[in-house]
């Protein structure tokens, strides 16, 4: 029998994702590059973030518990990918389209298991 929490929690990533939408989606002029502190991540490196988790954190921490609950979770890095994955290098828009698309990609994979 499912879990009657699923479709809750399907809804809840379909809510996000517009709240994505409507906090990353900004006026072309806008500093991305602009950190509060040098310490601190810039708004380019926390959709690269976003990005990255939605992809190698959440999608694939799922599949595996799905798939293989008995192993062990295979370990992340995500302060690392900041200068690893290039970050800064990264066009904005992009990332934050790419995003998107990824959430777009984990909902409909939600659905069909």
């Known amino acids: 029998m499912a879990d009657p929490n699923i479709p ?3 809804r809840q990533l379909e809510i996000h994702q517009n709240v994505f939408t ?15 502190e040098t310490s601190k991540w810039c708004l380019l490196e ?8 939605e992809i190698f954190d959440f999608r694939s921490r799922v599949q595996h518990t799905l798939e293989n609950p008995q192993l062990k979770m295979p370990p992340i890095d995500p302060v690392g990918w900041v200068n690893s ?3 800064m290098e990264q066009n904005y828009s992009t990332v934050v389209q790419k995003l ?3 959430r777009n990609h984990s909902i409909q994979w939600l659905y069909n298991l």
Do not use: N
């Not at 906090?23 to 500093?31: A, E, G, H, N, Q």
């Not at 926390?46 to 988790?53: N, T, V």
């Open 100 to 102: 998107l698309e990824e």
């Open 46 to 53: 926390i959709a690269c973030h976003l990005l990255d988790e």
């Open 8 to 10: 809750f929690i399907i």
């Open 22 to 36: 409507q906090i990353l989606t900004i006026d072309p002029s806008f500093d991305v590059y602009w950190k509060p």
């Open 85 to 87: 994955k290039k970050y």
